[in-house]
């Protein structure tokens, strides 16, 4: 969780591993596309700055958050992977259609990575407002695609050796 007092997209102490011989789709939301582009470009630096290979990371875009769930599903069906990052971004309006969504995209998933039992990686802003999205794209927060990224090199690799 990012705090105001610092940037959180800091792997310096980690040991994130190799990712060479990994495949990876990124399933991103055209919605918010400012945020979601930011995410993407932090998400695919950091799989190639960790090794990946451009040729072993697919893309694949969806309309919004909520389809990721089946980007996701998709992703996995047809392909052999180690691991696909989602992103997106929901922001809070006026309506309880932020709850609703937020809650349907996290738990489904949830549930396309326990369908395949492979890492499916949630790096789904969901935020109070645009300042705080952008704080997180590449903003004073680091950039949570960076970190979706580097969690699916290290849930790939697990998964991999086990």
Same mark, same amino acid.
């Given at each position: 969780?990012?705090?105001?007092?610092?940037?959180?997209?800091?792997?310096? +102490?980690?040991?994130?591993?190799n990712?060479?011989?990994?495949?990876?789709? /990124?399933?991103?939301? #055209?919605?918010?596309? #400012? /945020?979601t582009?930011a995410l993407?470009?932090? *998400?695919?630096?950091?799989? !190639?700055? +960790?090794?990946a290979k =451009?040729?072993? /990371?697919?893309?694949i875009?969806?309309?919004g958050?909520? $389809?990721?769930?089946?980007?996701? %599903?998709?992703?996995?069906?047809?392909? $052999?992977? %180690? *691991?696909?990052? @989602? !992103?997106?971004?929901v922001?809070?309006?006026? @309506?309880? &259609?932020? %709850?609703?969504?937020?809650?349907?995209?996290?738990?489904?998933i949830?549930?396309?990575?326990?369908?395949?039992?492979?890492?499916?990686?949630?790096?789904?802003l @969901?935020t109070?407002? =645009?300042q705080?999205?952008?704080?997180?794209?590449?903003?004073? +927060?680091?950039?949570?695609? $960076?970190?979706?990224?580097? @969690?699916a090199?290290?849930?790939?690799?697990? &998964?991999?050796? +086990?």
């Amino acid at each position: 969780m990012s705090s105001s007092l610092k940037n959180l997209s800091d792997f310096s +102490h980690l040991a994130v591993g190799n990712a060479e011989n990994l495949k990876f789709a /990124i399933v991103v939301s #055209q919605w918010n596309a #400012q /945020i979601t582009g930011a995410l993407l470009n932090g *998400a695919y630096q950091g799989l !190639l700055n +960790h090794g990946a290979k =451009e040729e072993n /990371i697919e893309l694949i875009e969806v309309p919004g958050s909520y $389809e990721l769930i089946s980007g996701s %599903d998709i992703a996995l069906r047809n392909k $052999e992977l %180690d *691991a696909v990052i @989602t !992103l997106g971004c929901v922001i809070q309006g006026e @309506t309880r &259609h932020f %709850d609703f969504i937020c809650d349907a995209v996290a738990n489904g998933i949830a549930q396309v990575g326990i369908k395949y039992n492979k890492p499916v990686i949630f790096g789904v802003l @969901t935020t109070d407002n =645009e300042q705080q999205a952008l704080d997180r794209a590449g903003g004073k +927060h680091g950039n949570k695609g $960076e970190e979706a990224a580097i @969690t699916a090199i290290q849930m790939g690799l697990i &998964h991999k050796n +086990h």
